[in-house]
């Protein structure tokens, strides 16, 4: 089982970035999917989750409305928008596959985190 995050990097408060995580060695389609974020000398925190079909999605309070969470279940693909970025934003994110929910412990696979920085 192999989770692999890509498209961290430096973004100025108020940008976008967008978060792919590349999913293999499981059945991608059957799990649902979720994001979480730690920042420095902080807990690991949820972010958002998708059902497997993409039908349903969920997200933390202080990222609603400007994050959205999506899947391709043909490329085995979870993907992150990151839109209207603060400074607070800043953290490693994690993809997980596990079942739908806001709990990192019920998440059975992880990946090693992408580093998001939002600064001017």
């Known amino acids: 089982v192999q989770l692999v995050e890509s498209g961290g990097g430096l973004a100025q408060p108020g940008g976008s970035l967008r978060l792919s995580c590349a999913a293999s060695g499981f059945t991608f389609s059957t799990y649902d999917m979720g994001w979480f974020r730690q920042a420095p000398g902080k807990e690991r925190e949820f972010v958002a989750t998708i059902s497997s079909s993409g039908g349903m999605t969920y997200y933390a309070n202080s990222v609603k409305g400007r994050f959205t969470i999506s899947r391709d279940n043909p490329k085995n693909t979870l993907y992150l928008q990151m839109n209207v970025l603060r400074p607070e934003d800043t953290a490693l994110y994690y993809c997980?596959?596990?079942?739908?929910?806001?709990?990192?412990?019920?998440?059975?696979?992880w990946g090693q985190g992408t580093q998001v920085t939002v600064s001017s």
């Open positions: 997980a596959a596990g079942p739908y929910g806001t709990n990192d412990y019920r998440y059975h696979y």
